[in-house]
Nanobody
Framework: QVQLVKSGGGLVQAGGSLRLSCAASGRTFSNYAMGWFRQAPGKEREFVAAVSSSAGTTYYADSVKGRFTISKDNAKNTVYLQMNSLKPEDTAVYYC?????????????????WGQGTQVTVSS
């Protein structure tokens, strides 16, 4: 069983920055592919970013490319999402997810562990 504990989030003005963190339990975090998703009110949960188990490969949704950065610190069992140049349309509940079976995952359905969501609100 993998537990994911998140921190960060909150309220920020448009153009501002926030950093989300997600700490994972387990002794084999270096084998986990990690991802971030978000869900706005009335919308489906959507992919934001993914990082491979070794942290050597990343992938982003077009809507956040160039503004968000996902990173993975295997020594700290933590994945981060640095969000810059935030826009009101980035407002959503953000979730981190882990897959313990594959080295890199982008599809929501393939992740087998999910953290509690954290609210990010960007005011205009």
């Amino acid at each position: 069983q993998v537990q994911l504990v998140k921190s960060g989030g909150g309220l920020v003005q448009a153009g501002g920055s926030l950093r989300l963190s997600c700490a994972a339990s387990g002794r084999t975090f270096s084998n986990y592919a990690m991802g971030w998703f978000r869900q706005a009110p009335g919308k489906e949960r959507e992919f934001v970013a993914a990082v491979s188990s070794s942290a050597g490969t990343t992938y982003y949704a077009d809507s956040v490319k160039g503004r968000f950065t996902i990173s993975k610190d295997n020594a700290k069992n933590t994945v981060y999402l640095q969000m810059n140049s935030l826009k009101p349309e980035d407002t959503a509940v953000y979730y981190c997810a882990a897959d313990t079976r594959k080295w890199f995952v982008t599809q929501r359905s393939e992740y087998d562990y999910w953290g509690q969501g954290t609210q990010v609100t960007v005011s205009s």
